[in-house]
């Protein structure tokens, strides 16, 4: 480990204490170590860099031709990224469909912009989180020792 002075702020500061009460940090250094991690993984994220896990939400037509069968043979076409679907009808003829996938960013991305590209998918988006598992940064995630 390294100590390290930093000069924050009053409101930068402020808002780190609460998050301290928030989440029940024993200290400052603990707090602002689990933010710097989750920054840097975010970067990379951002940076296409890395694995995931993802949700991809998405709305559709259901009753446009072929389109079903289209996503759920891209689906299988990825079967390597998807982890579970859930569907649901939101009414006689519009489904949602949330897909958790996992797995490089680029390769995330790419499938769910195809997805979301379908003609009749009226509304979709991704929700990228860096994968839990280890960084060269030190642990990811809210992990303390």
């Excluded at 951002?46 to 072929?66: F, I, N, P, Q, S």
């Amino acid at each position: 480990m390294q100590r390290v002075t930093v000069t924050l702020d009053d409101d930068l500061m402020a808002d780190i204490d609460a998050i301290m009460a928030e989440r029940g940090y024993a200290n400052r250094s603990e707090a602002i170590r689990d933010l710097a991690r989750a920054g840097l993984s975010r970067a990379r994220v951002e940076k296409g860099e890395g694995t995931c896990v993802a949700a991809l939400v998405y709305v559709y037509d259901h009753a446009a031709r072929d389109l079903s069968r289209r996503l759920t043979n891209a689906h299988h076409d990825h079967h390597d990224l998807s982890v579970s679907s859930l569907h649901v009808h939101l009414d006689h003829g519009t489904c949602m469909e949330v897909s958790v996938l996992k797995g490089e960013v680029g390769a995330v991305r790419h499938f769910a912009d195809h997805v979301i590209a379908e003609r009749s998918v009226r509304h979709g988006e991704l929700v990228l989180i860096p994968d839990g598992g280890a960084t060269s940064a030190g642990r990811a995630g809210h992990h303390h020792d």
